[in-house]
């Protein structure tokens, strides 16, 4: 029996289509890390398989249980798929057809040419002969078995549905018009269906998001790791998108500059630049990782004009300081209404802003110098939003209270109580400063390890995975112990956290 895993958190959906749309108690949540053995893996299309469970799965006692033999759907880009789990097509995929697969003659494009400058520039147009013709190949990602087959500009099947098979070949005029046939069909569809406001955007907005959602996924809308963007284009704050869009290019990864560049370069058509310039500006203004953040925080700081679109939010000028004094908004997210200089903040404390939406906290210490940035998750298990009960950490401005420290107790070789497994080695109270909790009804908010979706003895391992609580800071066990318990220790020392969602 294969079994898959999860590469991050996602959704088994019941049905193939807009899973976040579907009813919440159809769905299941897997987390990074979540294994699942499989019957088998079918090829839908080239963001949709259909798996059939080879045993019940549960992931929450208030909702079923998925039985054996149910058949679900994923985007096996959030998998990893070994080759045994894939059906097997009836003819190998991997040899030349007797009778190639042909395309079908080449119709009047179905979108706007900004579409194909933008999102060309980034994908390529893969294995071209000499005499400029363009053939099939396999799929390179490790464990996929070589499917899907895939032609010219990414694309995996033909418009009469057929699959491309190896050994078929193509024109470039039939790459192009198969690419936006599927480009239309497969994104500008559902997008148009998803997306407020799609028909008062311009062509150059609507190919920017065109471009996001090729690289993140048609249905971004509404997802659960797309929820800043989809705050965005819900409230039309359309200033807030160009920062917001530098967010989603994978941190700290060794894609960070790519995805850099064309976050930037749609960030640019958004607020109406041609493809062609924004690109190339792109490519000259990051050079390295580190080029990134920076302009992610003047889009967000010091937002764009965008063309055709008078804002109806004011958004705070940066000031000549250093660190996250500079501003207490950032642009297209909720956070404190104060900073820590309005409940006593002095040399020798220290502030940690935790942003949901990177899944990312930073520590400061009062002079505004940044100290470290570690990974951290302000999720809770049943809301998308900070409001409802067990939602995500209010947005805010807390301070450090009292602190248990099991770890000095126990050490790493604990035995397993249930507070350990679901706090870990160290749990730090945090106090409100703006009512943020007694005003939604919430209280116990914390910032601590464990987790009990890692089980025992996972949760006590120094790096965990993490998984969401019911409204706490999550961080991993060793960053508890090597970073924030040492500021916290400090004689004299506050602990001040500020809250992004």
Not at 13 to 36: D, F, M, W
Not at 289 to 298: L, S, W
Request: charged fraction near 20%; hydrophobic fraction near 35%.
């Amino acid at each position: 029996m294969p079994f898959i895993t999860a590469k991050k958190n996602t959704l088994l959906a019941p049905l193939p289509h807009q899973p976040h749309l579907q009813k919440l108690n159809q769905l299941a949540k897997v987390y990074e890390g979540g294994i699942l053995g499989v019957i088998k893996v079918s090829t839908v299309n080239s963001q949709l398989a259909e798996i059939i469970l080879a045993g019940p799965y549960t992931w929450h006692d208030h909702y079923p249980t998925i039985e054996t033999g149910v058949k679900r759907y994923i985007n096996p880009i959030s998998w990893d798929i070994p080759e045994d789990a894939w059906e097997q097509q009836p003819v190998s995929a991997l040899a030349p057809a007797s009778t190639p697969s042909q395309p079908e003659t080449p119709s009047a494009p179905l979108l706007p040419p900004e579409v194909a400058q933008l999102n060309h520039f980034y994908e390529g147009c893969q294995r071209k002969l000499p005499d400029g013709r363009i053939q099939a190949y396999p799929d390179p990602r490790a464990g996929s078995g070589g499917l899907p087959v895939t032609i010219g500009w990414g694309s995996t099947y033909y418009k009469n549905g057929s699959a491309i098979q190896m050994g078929d070949i193509i024109t470039q005029a039939e790459a192009d018009d198969l690419y936006d046939y599927i480009c239309h069909k497969d994104f500008w569809l559902k997008l148009q269906s998803t997306i407020p406001y799609w028909d008062d955007m311009t062509d150059l907005q609507r190919a920017a998001l065109t471009s996001f959602a090729y690289n993140n996924g048609a249905d971004f809308y509404g997802s659960p790791n797309h929820r800043t963007i989809t705050r965005n284009l819900k409230d039309k704050d359309w200033q807030a998108v160009p920062g917001t869009l530098m967010m989603y290019r994978n941190p700290s990864e060794n894609v960070e500059v790519g995805l850099g560049r064309r976050r930037y370069a749609e960030a640019k058509v958004w607020c109406g630049e041609a493809p062609t310039t924004a690109c190339a500006a792109a490519a000259q203004e990051i050079q390295t990782a580190q080029d990134c953040e920076p302009i992610e925080q003047r889009l967000k700081t010091n937002p764009p004009r965008v063309v055709g679109f008078e804002p109806t939010i004011t958004v705070s000028q940066p000031t000549p300081s250093a660190g996250p004094r500079q501003a207490n908004i950032i642009a297209g997210m909720k956070g404190p209404k104060s900073h820590p200089d309005a409940h006593g903040f002095k040399p020798g404390d220290y502030h940690l802003v935790a942003n949901d939406a990177v899944g990312k906290i930073k520590c400061y210490d009062y002079s505004g110098t940044l100290m470290w940035e570690l990974t951290c998750l302000c999720r809770g298990q049943f809301e998308d939003n900070y409001f409802g009960r067990h939602g995500d950490t209010p947005a805010g401005l807390y301070k450090c209270g009292q602190i248990y420290r099991d770890y000095e107790q126990a050490g790493e070789s604990s035995a397993y109580t249930r507070d350990r497994m679901s706090y870990g080695w160290y749990s730090l109270d945090l106090v409100e400063l703006e009512n943020q909790e007694a005003n939604l009804g919430r209280a116990g908010i914390m910032l601590h390890g464990g987790g009990s979706g890692c089980g025992w003895p996972g949760a006590w391992a120094p790096k965990q995975a993490l998984f969401s609580t019911l409204g706490c800071i999550r961080m991993h066990n060793q960053d508890l112990r090597d970073k924030v318990v040492p500021l916290y220790d400090q004689p004299g020392a506050t602990l001040f956290v500020s809250v992004y969602q």
